[in-house]
């Protein structure tokens, strides 16, 4: 199957009861067991769920994975992920991550042994220098939130692999639809499903997707455990949303680029980051590991002035200022003031995060409302 057939078709079947050929949202905590230990497959709701099962099934089969498994949010799946470690493992992270894994990294899992390091992958020698027997997990984002950066997955996986390390790889900008990791190597992908899987910002959930059975397992046991599951209703939601993600993603990378030409040629803005770009330091291995290069978009303006980026983003009209992205609507948003504010001014210059730093979600609207709007945002 293709991947714009599975998007609709892998993993839901028909209603086996009714013939309802949409999966029923199986509003229910429990189910009747015929005698002790003789079931249809669910007894509890934490366990599992046939709708949410067979959102697990869509996001394995659409990830080129075996195995999905959902959650109530984003930071619930990395929550999952890094409680597979123990005391006294490490983790090698992207410097420029999305804020809440920063947080959920630094003052969760800390305090419980599990030391993290955070380098800029752009040039895979500073992951080299960090590894050593502890080290148990590199975990990366690309593109990456909100400075675009792309990491060259491959190569990530063929140091670790040569050291015994799993890979995780944050795959929310990209969506299934424009990079899958685990063909480029790596052992498990995470999706703040919130963002383009739902897309249409009306959803909270996380996944996780492995083809390794030792990991699925494993990822079971604590979704299980502790309990961080998603519902039946928003699993229907991401289901519906998920069969027109192919659609959306294509018309998300066409607006991307119209605007990220536009931006780029605008004598108010400083640096335009987009994958897509010629002048974008990856350009080339975006190219190689992505079908295209998506709707996320960050600039800076000429002067870098803090209350210039304000009036910017107060001022546009479709795109609206929101945290979150990935919906069908556009989004603007002041990283160093939201997404970033949970991340020390001195971590986030290091990394990019100045304070003129906009970052866009190009929806799918038509553009050339888009460009109006952002024009005369830029008016100042
Ligand atoms: C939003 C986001 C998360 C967190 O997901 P939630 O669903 O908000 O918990 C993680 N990584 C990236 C890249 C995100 O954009």
Same mark, same amino acid.
């Given at each position: 199957?293709?991947?714009?057939?599975?998007?609709?078709?892998?993993?839901?079947?028909?209603?086996?009861?009714?013939?309802?050929?949409?999966? %029923?949202?199986?509003?229910?905590?429990?189910? $009747?067991?015929?005698?002790?230990?003789?079931?249809?497959?669910? *007894?509890?709701?934490?366990?599992?769920?046939?709708?949410?099962?067979?959102?697990?099934n869509?996001?394995?089969?659409?990830?080129?994975? #075996?195995?999905?498994? +959902?959650?109530?949010?984003?930071?619930?799946?990395?929550?999952?992920?890094?409680?597979?470690?123990?005391?006294? @493992?490490?983790v090698?992270?992207?410097?420029?991550?999305?804020?809440?894994?920063?947080?959920?990294?630094?003052?969760?899992?800390?305090?419980?042994?599990?030391?993290?390091?955070?380098? @800029?992958m752009?040039?895979?020698d500073n992951? *080299?220098?960090?590894?050593?027997?502890?080290?148990?997990?590199?975990w990366?984002?690309?593109?990456?939130?909100?400075?675009?950066?792309i990491?060259d $997955? #491959?190569?990530? +996986?063929?140091?670790?692999?040569?050291?015994?390390?799993?890979?995780?790889?944050?795959?929310?900008?990209?969506?299934?639809?424009?990079?899958? %990791?685990?063909?480029?190597?790596? @052992?498990?992908?995470m999706?703040?499903?919130? #963002?383009?899987?739902?897309?249409h910002?009306d959803?909270?959930?996380?996944?996780? $997707?492995?083809?390794?059975? $030792?990991?699925a397992d494993?990822?079971?046991?604590?979704?299980?455990?502790?309990?961080?599951? +998603?519902?039946?209703? @928003?699993?229907?939601?991401?289901?519906?949303?998920?069969? &027109?993600?192919?659609?959306?993603?294509?018309?998300?990378?066409?607006?991307?680029?119209k605007?990220?030409?536009?931006?780029?040629n605008h %004598?108010?803005?400083?640096?335009?980051?987009?994958p897509?770009?010629?002048?974008?330091?990856?350009?080339?291995?975006?190219?190689?590991?992505?079908?295209?290069f998506?709707?996320?978009?960050?600039f800076?303006?000429?002067?870098?002035d803090?209350?210039?980026?304000?009036?910017?983003?107060?001022?546009?009209?479709?795109?609206?200022?929101?945290e979150?992205?990935?919906?069908?609507?556009?989004?603007?948003?002041?990283?160093? &003031?939201?997404?970033?504010?949970?991340?020390?001014?001195?971590?986030?210059?290091?990394?990019g995060?100045?304070?003129s730093?906009?970052?866009?979600s190009?929806?799918?609207?038509?553009?050339?409302?888009?460009?109006?709007?952002?024009?005369?945002?830029?008016?100042?």
């Amino acid at each position: 199957m293709k991947f714009n057939t599975k998007v609709i078709h892998a993993g839901v079947h028909p209603d086996e009861a009714t013939g309802a050929i949409m999966t %029923p949202i199986y509003q229910t905590s429990t189910y $009747v067991q015929d005698e002790i230990g003789v079931h249809k497959g669910y *007894e509890y709701s934490r366990t599992g769920n046939p709708t949410r099962q067979a959102l697990e099934n869509n996001l394995a089969a659409i990830e080129g994975g #075996k195995y999905g498994a +959902c959650f109530g949010s984003g930071l619930a799946a990395i929550d999952a992920v890094i409680k597979m470690l123990n005391p006294g @493992d490490e983790v090698i992270s992207t410097n420029d991550l999305y804020g809440g894994s920063y947080r959920i990294f630094t003052t969760i899992f800390q305090k419980y042994g599990i030391k993290f390091h955070f380098v @800029d992958m752009l040039d895979i020698d500073n992951i *080299e220098e960090k590894i050593n027997s502890n080290t148990k997990l590199i975990w990366l984002e690309t593109p990456s939130n909100p400075m675009m950066n792309i990491i060259d $997955v #491959k190569k990530v +996986c063929q140091i670790a692999k040569k050291n015994n390390i799993l890979v995780g790889v944050d795959n929310t900008f990209a969506t299934p639809y424009l990079q899958n %990791p685990l063909a480029l190597g790596a @052992d498990l992908v995470m999706h703040s499903v919130t #963002k383009y899987l739902g897309g249409h910002s009306d959803v909270v959930m996380g996944a996780l $997707v492995t083809s390794d059975k $030792v990991i699925a397992d494993e990822i079971y046991r604590i979704q299980n455990s502790s309990g961080a599951v +998603c519902g039946p209703m @928003d699993s229907f939601l991401v289901l519906r949303g998920i069969k &027109t993600l192919h659609l959306r993603m294509q018309r998300h990378c066409e607006n991307g680029e119209k605007i990220a030409l536009f931006l780029d040629n605008h %004598p108010l803005i400083a640096k335009v980051y987009w994958p897509g770009l010629q002048s974008h330091i990856n350009h080339d291995i975006a190219k190689n590991q992505m079908k295209g290069f998506g709707g996320m978009i960050s600039f800076t303006l000429v002067g870098d002035d803090i209350e210039m980026a304000k009036k910017v983003v107060s001022k546009t009209e479709l795109f609206t200022l929101a945290e979150s992205l990935g919906g069908v609507e556009s989004l603007i948003g002041h990283p160093s &003031t939201m997404t970033h504010a949970s991340i020390p001014r001195e971590e986030r210059l290091k990394s990019g995060v100045v304070d003129s730093l906009i970052r866009l979600s190009v929806g799918v609207e038509d553009v050339t409302d888009l460009i109006s709007d952002l024009e005369k945002a830029l008016k100042i």
